[in-house]
């Protein structure tokens, strides 16, 4: 017997339908002996109506309101999916974060979890029952809702996971796993049995959308394993009896078993602006002088390019989500006047293409090779950053979709290994 959570998102309970579905699929592994706690999103598209309510009153609602708002659309689907378990004879129990007692700090629309209280859960689990919690919510010291901000139901779910000391946290969508890249750019992008944390967290910073970053964290630190699986594919149990043991990719610690490929993945995000300040004093203080105002804005900063000094000034480039890109490019107006710098250009019809495989480490020659491929295809490099397990480069818009698939051919991401 394991105990199992479970968090199915909106599109797994779009439809009344698609939640006696998942009733149905959480009645098999009650069948084959499992305790389950499920975390469940609001219904597709709920968030948004929700979103659009409140932008009919306000354009910027006040904050804590918003959250009492937004947080109705899990506590709906959680009431829905508990009638339809008990329906099946499967006893079921319904709670809000508040009423599992999610503790977290008061920053609303954004809030982070800092404690969850589940003697209540596992009181419930003693006597056979599912539990059924809202995602995306909790409750701060005040008693005030609060919301963990876009796919925060998933960060629920591992930190229940890692409270309960869970077996495993299965995260249901509407992929069945975690690919080499994205299937729409390359159709013959494969499945992956088991990717690190570590690649887990570089794919989901570069652009991969199949987790939330915060709950890969959460369950790298906690040692949560983590497995993907597709909410319409039916469970396959292994041969020890533990549930969807041949679906899915299983995230997890790097170890002797896992695939060897220098690869792993290409990751890529189309949201990329770049900016340049031209002709700045080359001086200490300069680089905060320029991105300290822009951090001020609440603009994120990602990959940062200062050129060698020349004549005393040097050029400095940095890029920003797209949508941030006027804002900052205004920021820099201003910075550029302040500084005495030549002038400001920008670009927002960039991308970021990533290479991310632990294979790195021990392996030379992978940048090398991959600005050969891309040189091969005409495309230019903008920009490079590294790490230890990733290669990103900047390149022009029109040259994502050619640029991922000529990688993904020539680093045979296809090929199982």
């Known amino acids: 017997m394991a105990l199992i959570v479970q968090k199915f998102g909106g599109t797994s309970v779009g439809t009344v339908e698609r939640i006696e579905n998942v009733a149905k699929r959480i009645g098999k592994f009650r069948d084959n002996g499992d305790d389950i706690v499920v975390v469940v999103s609001a219904m597709s598209g709920e968030t948004n109506r929700l979103v659009s309510l409140a932008h009919e009153i306000d354009d910027k609602p006040e904050a804590r309101e918003y959250d009492v708002l937004l947080s109705t659309g899990e506590q709906v689907t959680i009431a829905l999916l508990s009638m339809a378990l008990n329906k099946r004879g499967i006893p079921a129990r319904s709670y809000t974060g508040s009423q599992v007692h999610i503790l977290t700090d008061s920053a609303h629309n954004k809030a982070r979890i800092l404690s969850i209280e589940e003697e209540k859960m596992r009181a419930d689990i003693g006597q056979g029952r599912v539990i059924v919690v809202a995602g995306f919510q909790g409750v701060d010291d005040?008693?005030?809702?609060?919301?963990?901000?876009?796919?925060?139901?998933?960060?629920?779910?591992?930190?229940?996971?890692?409270?309960?000391?869970?077996?495993?946290?299965?995260?249901?969508?509407?992929?069945?796993?975690?690919?080499?890249?994205?299937p729409r750019v390359v159709p013959?992008?494969?499945?992956?049995?088991?990717?690190?944390?570590?690649?887990?967290?570089?794919?989901?910073?570069?652009?991969?959308?199949?987790?939330?970053?915060?709950?890969?964290?959460?369950?790298?630190?906690?040692?949560?394993?983590?497995?993907?699986?597709?909410?319409?594919?039916?469970?396959?149990?292994?041969?020890?009896?533990?549930?969807?043991?041949?679906?899915?990719?299983?995230?997890?610690?790097?170890?002797?078993?896992?695939?060897?490929?220098?690869?792993?993945?290409?990751?890529?995000?189309?949201?990329?602006a770049k900016l340049t300040i031209l002709g700045v004093p080359d001086k200490p203080?300069?680089?905060?002088?320029?991105?300290?105002?822009?951090?001020?804005?609440?603009?994120?900063?990602?990959?940062?390019?200062?050129?060698?000094?020349?004549?005393?000034?040097?050029?400095?480039?940095?890029?920003?989500?797209?949508?941030?890109?006027?804002?900052?490019?205004?920021?820099?107006g201003k910075v550029s006047n302040d500084l005495g710098a030549r002038e400001v250009v920008g670009d927002d019809k960039i991308v970021k293409i990533s290479l991310v495989g632990v294979g790195m480490r021990s392996h030379a020659g992978i940048a090398s090779k991959m600005f050969k491929i891309l040189a091969e295809e005409g495309i230019n490099i903008n920009m490079i950053a590294t790490s230890e397990i990733k290669i990103s480069v900047v390149v022009d818009e029109k040259y994502l979709e050619l640029g991922v698939r000529a990688l993904h051919t020539a680093f045979g991401l296809e090929q199982k290994v």
Do not use: W
């Open 142 to 182: 005040g008693g005030n809702i609060t919301t963990l901000g876009r796919g925060g139901s998933d960060t629920t779910a591992v930190a229940l996971a890692a409270a309960l000391k869970a077996d495993e946290c299965q995260i249901y969508t509407d992929v069945d796993g975690v690919y080499t890249t994205d």
């Open 188 to 272: 013959e992008a494969r499945r992956l049995d088991k990717i690190t944390f570590e690649e887990m967290l570089e794919m989901a910073s570069l652009g991969s959308k199949v987790l939330q970053i915060r709950a890969v964290e959460f369950a790298g630190k906690y040692n949560v394993p983590l497995r993907v699986l597709s909410s319409f594919d039916e469970p396959v149990f292994a041969n020890d009896g533990s549930g969807d043991g041949a679906n899915g990719t299983l995230i997890t610690y790097e170890d002797d078993d896992m695939e060897q490929a220098l690869i792993s993945g290409i990751a890529f995000n189309r949201d990329e």
């Open 285 to 332: 203080g300069v680089a905060y002088a320029i991105l300290g105002p822009v951090g001020d804005s609440n603009i994120e900063i990602d990959m940062i390019i200062q050129n060698i000094s020349a004549d005393g000034t040097t050029d400095f480039t940095f890029t920003v989500h797209r949508n941030d890109y006027v804002e900052a490019k205004e920021v820099l």
